[in-house]
C-alpha cells in the first residue's frame, strides 16, 4: 500500500495485523506482537478519522511490517532474533540509520514550534480557549509522529504521555495541565539543542519528567476524564441511561435514521457487498460453532466479520450500523478472553445482530428502516450478555416452538426406526481432520474485480484463440517441415487453450451460496 486514504487496504492491513497477534504466542516474539498491536490500533484510528498527520503515522505502520520481516527472515535463517532493532527502541543514541539530514531540518525548524507550544500554553493558563487547547494537543501530536519517523524513541514517548495528560485532564472539562506541558517542552528543547551539535546525542534524562506526567494522569479528576474520553461501550451504556433517566430516549416507533447528507457513491455500494459477505461468513461460523463451541478459529472469524463492517461503516458515518456491530464484536472479544462462555442463547444474539445489520444495510438500498426501539433492545442484550447476563428475546414467541415428546404420535410399526448413534471411540479423530480442513480455509483468498474487465478478457482471449487457429491453418504454415516450428506451434497451441478455460472460469461463481441461506432457514 502507498495510499494512506485507501480505505479497504486499510481494513485489511488492520485485519492482517490482527491475525499475527493471534499467531505470536512465543513469549520470544513479544516485541513482535506489540508492534503489530500498536499498527492495528494506529490503523483503526486512521479509519476513525482520529490521526491528523496520516503521513508519519504511515511511516510508523511501515517501520513495522518491515521489523516483522526481518523477524521472519532471521527465523527462517536460525539467527538470534534479539539483535534486530525494534523500531522506536534504543535508537536514541548511536544509530547508524539515523538520516542527519533530515533530523537537522527538523531540529531548525522545532525551535520555533516549541517556542509558539509554550507561547498557547502560557496563554491557557489565564483561561481555556478550545481552539488553542486544540492547536496544542495538534502540535505535540505532530512533534510525537516526527520524533517516530526520526527514531527518537525517548522524545516519541514523553510526547505522547504528555497528549495522554492533556486528554485525561480536559476531557471533562478540567484545568488544562500547564505546568507539566511547560516541563514537557523545556525538555524537548534541551534535547533539541543536543541534538543541533551533535545527532547522535543521548536524551536527557527524562524519568522525573515521565514520572510527574503519570502521577498527574492519575489524579481523580483527571482519570475521570480519561474515563469519559473513552468511546467504547462503558460510554455508550451511560449515553443511553441517562437518556432513559431524563426522558430523552426516542420514541419507541420511531426508525432508525442515518445522515441526511449521505450520497450513494461507489464506496457505499461497494461497502454493501462486502458488509453482506462477511455476514454471511459470519452467520456460517457461528452455525458451526454450535457444533463447537469452543473453536476458537469460528470465533475469530465472526469477531472480523463486525469488526471489519465497523470500522468501514465508521469511516462512512454509518453510526447505527458501527454501533451494533462494536457491540457485538465486543460480546464476541469477551468470549475470544474466555470471560463468557458461549452456548446457544449467545449465538442466537449473534444472529440477531447478523440480521440487525443486514436491515439496516437494506436501509440504504431503500427499504424501510427498522424502529428504533428494536436496535436499542437488541444492543441492551448484546451489553448484558457481554457481562454473563443472558436477556431472552422479546420475539421469541414468533419462533416454533418444539412440540411435547409426550404428544407426539406413536410410530408406524411398518416404518423402522433409525438405530441409535454408536458412541464415538478413541480410535476416531474427526476433531483433527476438522482442525486441518479450517486451517485449509484460510489459505483460500479471493478477490473482487469488476465484471465488464472479466468480460473483455475473456472476449480478448476468444479473439486469441480464433487467431491462433488462423496461424496453425494457413497453408503456409502447414507447408513447414521443421519439426522444431510444428512443436513449438502445437505447444503454444496449448498453453492458449488452457488460458481459454482460465479465462471462462473466472466468470463461475460458486453454488455454495445459494444454499448457505438454506441452512440458517433450517437452524432457525
Given at each position: ?6 480505505l479497504?487496504?486499510?481494513?485489511t492491513l ?10 505470536l504466542?512465543?513469549?520470544s516474539?513479544k516485541?513482535?506482537?506489540?508492534q ?7 490503523i483503526e ?8 498527520d ?12 518491515e521489523?516483522?520481516q526481518n523477524?521472519?527472515n532471521?527465523l ?7 539483535s534486530?532493532p525494534?523500531?522506536g527502541?534504543?535508537?536514541?543514541e ?6 542527519e539530514?533530515l ?7 522545532c525551535?520555533?514550534?516549541l ?18 487547547l486544540a ?5 505535540i ?9 526520526l527514531s ?8 505522547h ?12 472539562g ?7 506541558i511547560l516541563?514537557?517542552?523545556d ?5 533539541v539543542?543536543?541534538l543541533e551539535?551533535?545527532p ?6 527524562h524519568?522525573?519528567?515521565?514520572q ?20 467504547e461501550?462503558e460510554?455508550?451504556?451511560?449515553e443511553?441511561?441517562?437518556?432513559a433517566?431524563e426522558g430523552?430516549a426516542?420514541s ?7 445522515p441526511c447528507?449521505?450520497e450513494?457513491d461507489?464506496?457505499?455500494d461497494e461497502?454493501l457487498i462486502?458488509?453482506r459477505?462477511?455476514?454471511a461468513?459470519a452467520?456460517g ?8 463451541l ?9 469477531f472480523?466479520?463486525?469488526h471489519?463492517?465497523?470500522g ?7 453510526e447505527?450500523?458501527v ?18 462462555t ?10 440477531s445482530?447478523c ?17 428504533r ?8 442484550r ?5 457481562k454473563?447476563?443472558v436477556?431472552?428475546s ?5 419462533k ?5 415428546p409426550?404428544?407426539?404420535p406413536?410410530?408406524?410399526d411398518?416404518?423402522?426406526q ?7 471411540t478413541k480410535?476416531?479423530?474427526p476433531?483433527?481432520k476438522?482442525?486441518a ?13 469488476n465484471t ?5 478478457l475473456?472476449?480478448m482471449?476468444?479473439e486469441?484463440v ?5 496461424v496453425?491453418q494457413d ?9 522444431r ?5 502445437s ?6 487453450r488452457d488460458l ?5 472460469s473466472?466468470?463461475?461463481v460458486?453454488?455454495?451460496?445459494l444454499?448457505?441461506?438454506?441452512a440458517r432457514?433450517?437452524?432457525d
Amino acid at each position: 500500500m502507498a495510499d494512506p486514504t485507501d480505505l479497504p487496504g486499510l481494513v485489511t492491513l488492520g485485519e492482517l495485523f490482527s491475525e499475527l497477534i493471534e499467531q505470536l504466542d512465543d513469549p520470544s516474539l513479544k516485541s513482535l506482537a506489540d508492534q503489530a498491536g500498536t499498527s492495528a490500533e494506529l490503523i483503526e484510528r486512521i479509519v476513525m478519522h482520529d490521526i491528523d498527520d496520516l503521513e508519519s503515522t504511515f511511516e510508523e505502520i511501515n517501520k513495522s511490517i518491515e521489523y516483522a520481516q526481518n523477524v521472519v527472515n532471521a527465523l527462517q535463517n536460525q539467527q538470534p532474533v534479539d539483535s534486530i532493532p525494534v523500531p522506536g527502541h534504543n535508537t536514541d543514541e548511536n544509530n547508524p540509520e539515523i538520516d542527519e539530514e533530515l533530523l537537522s531540518a527538523w531540529v531548525s525548524g522545532c525551535t520555533d514550534t516549541l517556542a509558539e507550544l509554550e507561547a498557547q500554553t502560557l496563554e491557557l493558563e489565564s483561561g481555556m480557549n478550545e481552539e488553542t487547547l486544540a492547536e496544542i494537543r495538534r502540535g505535540i501530536h505532530t512533534l510525537k509522529g516526527e520524533c517516530g519517523v526520526l527514531s527518537l524513541a525517548s522524545a516519541q514517548k514523553v510526547c505522547h504521555e504528555a497528549e495522554s495528560l492533556i486528554d485525561a485532564s480536559t476531557a471533562n472539562g478540567g484545568a488544562f495541565p500547564v505546568n507539566e506541558i511547560l516541563a514537557v517542552l523545556d525538555w524537548l528543547k534541551e534535547y533539541v539543542s543536543l541534538l543541533e551539535s551533535d545527532p547522535y546525542a543521548k536524551a536527557p534524562d527524562h524519568t522525573e519528567l515521565m514520572q510527574k506526567l503519570t502521577t498527574s494522569s492519575d489524579t481523580p479528576e483527571a482519570e475521570a476524564g480519561h474515563q469519559q474520553a473513552e468511546p467504547e461501550i462503558e460510554a455508550s451504556q451511560t449515553e443511553e441511561e441517562t437518556d432513559a433517566t431524563e426522558g430523552n430516549a426516542p420514541s419507541d416507533s420511531e426508525p432508525v435514521e442515518f445522515p441526511c447528507n449521505l450520497e450513494r457513491d461507489e464506496n457505499l455500494d461497494e461497502f454493501l457487498i462486502e458488509a453482506r459477505e462477511h455476514i454471511a461468513s459470519a452467520e456460517g461460523a457461528v452455525l458451526e460453532l454450535e457444533s463447537n463451541l469452543t473453536d476458537s478459529e469460528l470465533i475469530n472469524t465472526v469477531f472480523r466479520a463486525f469488526h471489519t463492517i465497523k470500522g468501514v461503516a465508521g469511516f462512512m458515518n454509518l453510526e447505527p450500523i458501527v454501533h451494533t456491530a462494536h457491540n457485538a464484536e465486543f460480546l464476541l472479544d469477551e468470549a475470544r478472553k474466555e470471560t463468557i462462555t458461549l452456548d446457544s442463547s449467545y449465538l442466537d444474539l449473534i444472529l440477531s445482530s447478523c440480521d440487525m445489520i443486514l436491515k439496516l444495510l437494506a436501509v440504504l438500498d431503500g427499504e424501510p428502516a427498522p424502529l428504533r426501539c428494536e436496535m436499542d433492545e437488541l444492543i441492551s442484550r448484546l451489553q448484558s450478555a457481554a457481562k454473563g447476563e443472558v436477556k431472552p428475546s422479546n420475539d421469541s414467541q414468533r419462533k416454533p416452538k418444539h412440540p411435547d415428546p409426550d404428544q407426539l404420535p406413536e410410530p408406524a410399526d411398518s416404518v423402522p426406526q433409525p438405530p441409535a448413534p454408536k458412541p464415538a471411540t478413541k480410535s476416531q479423530k474427526p476433531p483433527a481432520k476438522k482442525e486441518a480442513e479450517g486451517k485449509k480455509k484460510r489459505t483460500d483468498v479471493t478477490v473482487k474485480v469488476n465484471t465488464e474487465r472479466l468480460d473483455n478478457l475473456v472476449t480478448m482471449v476468444g479473439e486469441l484463440v480464433i487467431a491462433q487457429q488462423m496461424v496453425v491453418q494457413d497453408p503456409s504454415i502447414e507447408a513447414i517441415e521443421d519439426q522444431r516450428c510444428q512443436r513449438n506451434l502445437s505447444h503454444s497451441g496449448k498453453i492458449i487453450r488452457d488460458l481459454q478455460e482460465v479465462a471462462m472460469s473466472l466468470r463461475m461463481v460458486t453454488l455454495k451460496g445459494l444454499f448457505q441461506k438454506m441452512a440458517r432457514l433450517v437452524r432457525d
